[in-house]
């Protein structure tokens, strides 16, 4: 415990809120991009610490919220046939696919599960050899070496009867799209970049980012020290005109990243357009398993269309909140007709999204 406390001291988080307010001189608009940090963020109230010229906005870095509807059509209609076992992580069970959500389809007696790790989807394929296991694959570049070594061991066991229905997501792609957008009163300004994804990637690709838009782009973990710590670094390049990208997690990151898990990446998948939810798509911002891995990729496997499904109308706008174009509480849905309980969109129904983070911990009634 004495590693977390360290990281939540709080005379050391009001000794970074008094340093970023004597370097703020202008407004500025920062964006976390990991849903982690957005809910470390509601959690220790930061923003509170925070001068009022400086704005947090909340980045697309939640990877239940960001799945596409049709990845969830394709993993509810597999889990509807009778011979496949849909593996998902349990967050995924209640975003809407077009239709219905994957919670309903177990209801009416598809055989979904819950897993903790690929490994239990593995152990379901050698547990029962006559069905075929479908682990739904999503995630940012965090999450998918461990899917990455899963098809490896399948192929080493001989498991035929094991593919990964995959949604992967790569974030550098996703600020390009961010800053693509010129409109100067909803410009980000800087990025704190999320510090597990950079323990894998490492840092030289956000690098062009950072040239090519001006922005500094801030390596930053996940407690409240640590995110004070990043709003520093990049409040500090902001005012003195500087846009680079600077590690403020090095005891966690490394310049080069983990080169064995990107060994494994580069082997397993390539890279392939995405479409983000409420986003839209964005060139080679996704994963897909390799050609050589074909055998493990469900959609090639099982044979279903890739055609993108429409999102359904419910008066959502995550597709703002994700991009930092509304707060959640600006949404007039939020805390009326759409609530952890009765989520109306997916930035509700992950405990990594935004709008769950604030009504959980800033605004519930
Ligand atoms: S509060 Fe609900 S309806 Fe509004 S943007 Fe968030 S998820 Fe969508």
């Not at 809120?17 to 407004?27: D, G, K, L, M, V």
């Amino acid at each position: 415990m004495k590693h977390v406390d360290d990281h939540r001291d709080p005379a050391r988080a009001r000794e970074l809120a008094r340093a970023i307010a004597a370097e703020t001189t202008r407004p500025w608009r920062i964006m976390e991009v990991c849903g982690g940090q957005t809910h470390a963020i509601a959690r220790f109230g930061l923003e509170e610490l925070l001068p009022p010229r400086l704005s947090l906005v909340h980045g697309p870095g939640c990877p239940v919220c960001v799945t596409p509807p049709e990845i969830l059509d394709h993993a509810i209609a597999l889990a509807r046939r009778s011979e496949v076992v849909l593996c998902s992580y349990g967050d995924m069970l209640r975003v809407p696919g077009s239709t219905v959500d994957l919670r309903t389809v177990k209801a009416e007696g598809g055989d979904v599960r819950v897993v903790y790790s690929p490994l239990d989807a593995l152990a379901l394929a050698r547990e029962l050899p006559d069905r075929e296991v479908v682990l739904l694959a999503i995630g940012f570049e965090t999450t998918a070496p461990g899917h990455a070594m899963a098809v490896y061991q399948a192929r080493r066991e001989g498991l035929r009867n094991f593919s990964l229905l995959v949604s992967h997501v790569l974030v550098p792609p996703a600020l390009e799209a961010i800053l693509a957008d010129d409109d100067p009163a909803t410009r980000v300004h800087g990025f704190l970049a999320a510090g597990h994804v950079c323990a894998i990637m490492g840092e030289a690709e956000y690098e062009p980012v950072a040239r090519r838009h001006r922005v500094p782009i801030v390596i930053t973990g996940f407690e409240p020290v640590d995110i004070l710590h990043g709003i520093h670094r990049c409040v500090v390049q902001l005012e003195a005109g500087r846009a680079e990208v600077e590690n403020a997690y090095p005891r966690a990151v490394r310049a080069a990243g983990n080169p064995h898990a990107r060994a494994v990446l580069d082997e397993v998948f390539e890279v392939t357009a995405r479409r983000w939810r409420g986003i839209g798509e964005i060139p080679r911002s996704g994963l897909r398993l390799a050609p050589a891995f074909a055998g493990f990729d469900a959609e090639r496997k099982l044979a279903l269309a890739s055609t993108p499904a429409a999102e359904p109308d419910r008066g959502c706008r995550s597709g703002l909140v994700l991009v930092g174009k509304l707060r959640p509480t600006e949404c007039p849905e939020f805390g009326a007709r759409c609530t952890p309980e009765h989520p109306l969109g997916a930035t509700m129904v992950s405990s990594e999204g935004a709008c769950a983070a604030y009504y959980r911990y800033r605004a519930a009634p």
